[in-house]
């Protein structure tokens, strides 16, 4: 069974910094285990938009409004991925969702990470 954990969220300073972490369980990241390891956000009354995305043998991708202070990235040994944010901003405020993708491409999701920054 897949289970992936979120963590790290809070009440953040505008210009401040935070590190996700996503704790995966079920599934090994790397090795053709998993194709895709993502994050996504979802603000109070928007949709789920993605944030950062890493597939095997692609580039990683970043939403436009994190680019250049985001970064995706894994720990194989602990089974983790992590989402860095830099310079925080109040439009940066929603709920973090990790995303996984098996090697079938089946999508398993975490229960999410509030984050708010204020400013």
């Known amino acids: 069974q897949v289970r992936l954990v979120e963590s790290g969220g809070g009440l953040m300073q505008a210009g401040g910094s935070l590190r996700l972490s996503c704790a995966v369980s079920?599934?090994?990241?790397?090795?053709?285990?998993?194709?895709?390891m993502g994050w996504y956000r979802q603000a109070l009354g928007k949709q789920r938009e993605l944030v950062a995305l890493s597939a095997r043998g692609a580039d990683t991708t970043y939403a436009d409004s994190v680019k250049g202070r985001a970064a995706i990235s894994r720990d194989s040994a602990k089974n983790t991925v992590y989402l860095q944010l830099n310079n925080l901003e109040p439009e940066d405020t929603a709920v973090y969702y990790c995303?996984?993708?098996?090697?079938?491409?089946?999508?398993?999701w975490g229960q999410g990470t509030q984050v708010t920054v204020s400013s």
């Open positions: 079920g599934i090994r990241l790397g090795v053709n285990a998993a194709n895709a």
């Open positions: 995303n996984i993708r098996d090697g079938s491409w089946r999508a398993f």
